[in-house]
């Protein structure tokens, strides 16, 4: 009872290079080393954090100084092994650069070096996070690291290798340790829990790899941490002790989200949130979870457990639930949880934010209709060549309607046959096929068709969504834009947060100003009359200006009187209303809509 206690990390760290998990490249290079007695002067150890680099530079120089060595089975009784082992230094000695980063320690380490070494045969100096050294303290060790006296070696250990200097990685052998396995560290848990009798089953073991990144000293520790639970360690215990969400939470709130239920999900969000989960925690929970969907539903099966570590029952209801939704929409609520992840880590509400995310999120049916719809109507718009971005999968309309001139030396039967042969072709290209733009259609006065395209302009997702579902537009016009919106939280946003700023910018970029007036208030009785005046009763289509001609010959006239008399012989494809602006004309045409009164 009166033993002082040690962690596991430090109980069970390698002691020989047999022990190394996970850096099987590394152990047979130090192997041959020590075998052929091809020793260096200095060495780089470089790698991410738990991975062994300073575990690796102290068996290794137990190897060298052990009274056998050098051995690549060091004795471990001697007083060389003993001093290592227990951190004394003697011949062995190690240095933290983060707090002994200045010339005149690098300076001490010189005049040090000329005392030959007590025990063993070499006087090694280990230097963890070398890279914390400043240039004046490495520009000092130089010289020293390329020619150091015989007896003396050098082992560099650190985790930002891009931060030393070359001149210093040019001299020294480099070894670069990589991540170590899940596989790797769930059998030395697995190990370490038996021989500690430690009960905890093995999907717990494969969460804790899981969450540490490759490093094998931050699962022992979490490991230790558990230890202290008088029952069987689960998955659950790991997912409390670490602060994450249980994987069946969070399937019944992508099922309330893929269902398009937001009364559920907020219902959902309430008890994930006051369970004490912080609302960039549960996105980003979230987010791990639609990256796992989406592996489930693109990638097959015999990758899909290394890249998911989740057990075969949740493989099972993934790819049951994948069923339910299409890649494009995964992708969709991928964008929108990471760019509402951003948002809440700069507001001063993020429990705001967080349930506009998932009212967003809970929206998936409607919000991917109108992300469809917009790039279709930008397609109308700019045209196919033209336009700034296509739809994810190709539109098939069989027959489209197309409005051609023809020219008057077509006879009738060329004329049906080019017809006929124009709807095959269009009916066999899968692609989006928009109707002509033989002229340009003046929507400045349609303030609905405005405010589509203002806010495709809008760079950022949740602003977007804030505007389709909160905003109303008053007037839109290249001179004054006012919008109103009806919370008095989200105005602030947009009179004194950082959402005016890209409201201006999508004004900007849609009318091509830099001067627009923009007025953003809370809606007054009178918006309803403005809506309605700025509505237009008709519509017509805005015909190319002539250009002007210094003379006009019988014969220009008498062609463009024929011209107009094939205009006139081309039928309108639909009857549709004139009441209706051009561009809306053409979306019931595409689309084979009507208008309900």
Known sequence: MNEKYIPLYRKYRPQKLDELVGQEHIKNALTNAIKLNKISHAYLFTGPRGTGKTSTARIFAKSLNCKNGPTIDPCGVCESCVDITNAVPMDVIEIDAASNRKVEDAQNIL??????????????????EVHMLSNTAFNSLLKTLEEPPENVIFILATTEVHKVLDTIKS??????????????????????????????TDEALFAIAKNSAGGMRDSIALLDQLSVLEKTIDVDDINQLLGRISFDILKTLADAIISSNPQEALHLLENIYNSGNEPVQILTNFLDY??????VKNCSENIIFELTQLNDAQLSELKTQSNNIETHQIISLTDKCAAYIKEIKLTNN??????????????????TKLEDLQKRLTLLEY???????L?????IHEKPAVAKVIPDNVVKEDIKTSEKKEVEKTAEVEEFSPMPKAQSVDVSNDISVVWARLIENISSPPTKSLLKQWANPVKLTSESVIISINS??????FTEGNKRKILADGVHKLFGTEDTNILVRLPQPDDKKVLEAEAPVKVEPVLPAAKPQPEVSSEDIEEASEQMNVNEEVKPVKNIPSMHSDMVNMVVDLFDGKFIE
Do not use: M
Request: aromatic share 8%.
């Open 171 to 200: 001299r020294c052998q480099r070894f670069d340790f990589r991540r170590i396995t899940t596989d790797d560290i769930v059998k030395h848990l697995r190990f370490i829990a038996d021989k500690e009798e430690i009960d905890i």
């Open 350 to 367: 993020p429990r705001l934010w967080l349930e506009v995310a998932i009212i967003d999120l809970a929206n998936l049916a409607e919000n």
């Open 290 to 295: 639609l990256k796992n969907l989406l592996i």
């Open 391 to 395: 739809p994810s999968k190709p539109v």
């Open 383 to 389: 045209g196919q060549g033209s336009a700034p971005s």
């Open 488 to 493: 008095e939280n989200l105005l602030k946003q």
């Open 111 to 128: 005049e040090k070096i000329l005392y030959a070494p007590v025990y063993g045969k070499y006087k090694i100096y280990i230097i963890d």
